[in-house]
């Protein structure tokens, strides 16, 4: 297995494949660029690195769905929210966020990507019990030829902005697939909503993204359209409008 497709059991798979990968200094490049969009909170579309944080309070996405996670999580929406539903909505939306609102924000100003695959991604809870932070395991960053770091270590260099978009769609749905099933499985949460919500995550990065950033708009609309495409290609119906309650949509068309 190579090190750009590692598959990762645990703790320590994470320094294992550290020490091999490389890229850290560049993944800390792109996320600082992130950090940067909103001050107040500047973990809102940055990850970490794994391999430089400690274990508390993290849990990896491939393990932590089916292990009481989503269950706390929905315990503590529903408290707040007493909706089952919109409690329901709240925790896929937390989620989605850690999936692809964050890999979106990245692909929207940079054109790269870190990988968003389940096995790839740990997520962080604050004291409250709700996501405040995502990592990746691997911090190897997918780019586009004319990226200046393509070639060095810690990169994947893909063909064209397509290829990336679809890759990127691709390794974002192993995560949500499971992130819905372990949602519905415990709460009231209909597909199209999930997906829905999805749609939204990446139009909100596509959107908001470069006015936080004071860039123009043109590319970051198009790579969301072009994510959306891919997702639907993939068969995920994020074009949906389907409606959900006490939230304003934008249109994923």
Not at 4 to 25: E, I, L, M, Y
Not at 192 to 210: E, N, Q
């Amino acid at each position: 297995m190579s090190v750009a497709t590692a598959a990762f059991t645990g703790w320590a798979d994470v320094h294992r494949f550290s020490d091999r990968s490389g890229g850290h200094a560049l993944l800390a490049e792109s996320c600082s660029t992130l950090r940067a969009l909103n001050p107040d909170y500047p973990r809102m579309y940055a990850v970490a690195a794994m391999a430089d944080e400690g274990k508390r309070r993290w849990w990896q996405l491939s393990v932590g769905l089916d292990d009481g996670r989503v269950e706390q999580m929905y315990r503590r929406s529903l408290e707040d929210l007493e909706v089952p539903h919109a409690a329901a909505v709240q925790v896929a939306t937390a989620l989605i966020h850690a999936v692809v609102g964050r890999v979106a924000a990245l692909l929207v100003l940079e054109a790269r990507a870190w990988d968003p695959g389940i096995e790839n991604l740990w997520i962080h809870m604050d004291s409250d019990g709700g996501i405040d932070w995502a990592g990746v395991a691997s911090p190897i960053l997918r780019v586009l030829p004319e990226d200046p770091a393509a070639g060095e270590p810690g990169t994947v260099t893909l063909p064209c902005e397509q290829a990336l978009l679809v890759w990127t769609a691709h390794r974002c749905l192993t995560s949500l697939g499971s992130v819905y099933r372990a949602i519905s499985e415990r709460a009231p949460l209909d597909a199209r909503v999930f997906w829905a919500l999805v749609g939204d995550a990446i139009l909100g990065a596509s959107t908001y993204v470069p006015i936080l950033a004071g860039t123009g708009p043109s590319a970051g609309t198009r790579r969301g359209q072009l994510l959306l495409d891919a997702m639907v290609a993939a068969g995920a119906p994020v074009r949906s409008r389907v409606g959900v309650p006490g939230r304003q949509r934008l249109r994923a068309s």
